[in-house]
């Protein structure tokens, strides 16, 4: 079986322009992505799948895997799905271009129930929310899972509802935003019509669960750090000057 990471690279976030290509310590963010991924060895081959020409440039530098796809894309997921089309590959792996330290384990972790479990189309991750700031931020997409770890819903309130937030540590979970999906069904996926409930959340996998399928949502320890402003930026410089000092 083989399983394929690509990494949707966009240029013109609206948050942040051209944050894939920001400085971490003298390295584009989209190299961090890129180097980390290339670690889990559950992963035959990574992909860059970008839609600007500077992008491709940087990622030359560091790896020949890079494709250059449409601008038209509406998502991650469709310019991965453009670029899966041409791959003799079973599983496809979403690895968010804004995570620069996206760990090998949780794409590991995100692979692992397709090894035996042929009935699966779509697997995610989810950890403990474990502040109430996190709780509260409709930022943080959060996920509730039946008792067979498939997933009920995603939203970016407070789910499930409670009139006391104490417990932190037992009922809330935050969505991790990496996908792993069977290639036949993502090229299904992305041709589904937008669904009443992906556009009130502004969340695609709702998409998935109301046109009845099922996604798979295995509870991580890894708990996301993804760049979406100069701030977060800030905040991964700190963070591997403190590894590399310590």
């Known amino acids: ?108 972790e995100v692979i692992s129930p397709f090894l035996n479990k042929k009935e699966l189309n779509m697997v995610t991750l989810k950890c403990l929310i474990k502040n109430k700031e996190d709780l509260l931020n409709p930022n943080v997409v959060k996920v509730i899972s039946n008792r067979n770890n498939y997933a009920l819903y995603f939203s970016r309130s407070v789910i499930p509802y409670s009139n006391s937030l104490k417990d932190l540590d037992k009922n809330y979970y935050k969505h991790i935003g990496i996908y792993a999906y069977r290639k036949d069904f993502l090229l299904h996926f992305v041709g589904l019509p937008f669904s009443k409930l992906e556009e009130c959340e502004k969340l695609e996998q709702l998409r998935a669960l109301e046109n009845g399928y099922q996604i798979m949502v295995i509870e991580t320890k890894y708990e996301s750090l993804s760049v979406d402003t100069k701030e977060d930026l800030e905040k991964i410089n700190k963070k591997l000057m403190e590894n590399t000092n310590g």
Not at 46 to 66: C, G, H, L, Q
Not at 77 to 88: H, M, P, Q
């Open 1 to 108: 079986m083989k399983i394929v990471g690509i990494i949707p690279a966009r240029y013109d976030s609206s948050r942040f322009p051209g944050k894939v290509l920001a400085d971490i310590l003298g390295k584009p963010m989209i190299q961090y992505v890129y180097e980390n991924a290339s670690k889990s060895d559950l992963l035959d081959e990574v992909i860059i799948a970008t839609d600007d020409e500077k992008i491709v440039a940087a990622a030359k530098k560091f790896t020949k895997k890079v494709v250059l796809t449409s601008k038209d894309h509406k998502s991650g997921t469709d310019r991965i799905a453009e670029v899966s089309k041409c791959l003799d590959s079973e599983i496809i792996v979403n690895i968010q271009g804004d995570e620069p330290l996206i760990s090998p384990l949780a794409i590991n």
